[in-house]
């Protein structure tokens, strides 16, 4: 099993640049999650999902979509980038949220918006 | 605002002495979650605790939870270099969503 694989690891893009960061897990978990983390802080959630076709906003959805076509990849679109974007990203997933599973999460993508 | 709050920020200890960190959480949960991370990697899911529990064990993790005062803690024995790291305190609610805190960060001195 790989787990949770996230691409790329490292991204640098100018303002205004849109991207996606790929998420994918071969788990058969239904309960996928982006976070961000910046430097010294804990992760604050950007969106998530409890199934495909299904997603939700989280904390700080603002300047990211997301959409879960099928259960295994949760992607993340940037759609206009902005230097406030620069973070490291994190996807996680479990079997059934709140019901008692822990994450697993991505190695993380590092992002520098300049 | 952040659901989980960790305390305290950082924390210094020797080898082989025991290491306390505390997160205290502001809504009702169904579980509280424990993680670390290792400078520059994913988070790792240390051990779980639901909200009809207080007292859980996982090798030298100990970890407490008293719904009242919305708090929990986290209890690493006989510490070891190899324990440094932050740690995240998380929790679960029925809104579906998980909140992370802004961790401890944890040196280990050999």
């Known amino acids: 099993n790989a787990g949770v694989t996230q691409t790329p690891k490292f991204q640098v893009l100018k303002t205004g640049q849109s991207m996606t960061l790929q998420c994918a897990q071969d788990?058969?978990?239904?309960?996928m999650s982006w976070y961000r983390q910046d430097p010294g802080m804990g992760l604050r959630l950007i969106h998530y999902?409890?199934?495909?076709?299904?997603?939700d906003q989280g904390e700080v959805p603002n300047g990211y979509n997301v959409s879960r076509s099928t259960t295994e990849d949760f992607p993340l679109r940037l759609l206009s980038a902005a230097p406030s974007q620069t973070s490291v990203y994190f996807c996680?997933?479990?079997?059934?949220?709140?019901?008692?599973?822990?994450?697993?999460f991505g190695s993380g993508t590092r992002l520098t918006v300049v | 605002s952040q659901q989980g709050e960790e305390d305290p920020q950082a924390l210094s200890i020797q080898e082989g002495e025991n290491a306390t960190m505390n997160c205290s959480y502001k809504?009702?949960?169904?579980?509280l979650q424990w993680y670390r991370q290792n400078s520059g990697r994913g988070l790792v899911h240390l051990i779980l605790?639901?909200?009809?529990?207080r007292e859980k064990h996982s090798g030298r993790l100990r970890v407490t939870l008293d719904t009242s005062k919305k708090s929990s803690s986290l209890l690493i024995t006989a510490s070891r270099a190899a324990d440094t790291a932050s740690y995240f305190c998380?929790?679960?609610?029925?809104?579906?969503?998980?909140?992370f805190g802004d961790g401890t960060t944890l040196t280990v001195k050999p």
């Open positions: 996680a997933s479990s079997k059934i949220q709140g019901r008692g599973d822990g994450y697993t």
């Open positions: 788990m058969n978990h239904e309960y």
């Open positions: 999902s409890v199934g495909a076709g299904i997603t």
């Open positions: 809504t009702s949960i169904n579980n």
């Open positions: 605790i639901r909200s009809n529990e």
């Open positions: 998380a929790t679960d609610t029925n809104a579906g969503k998980s909140t």
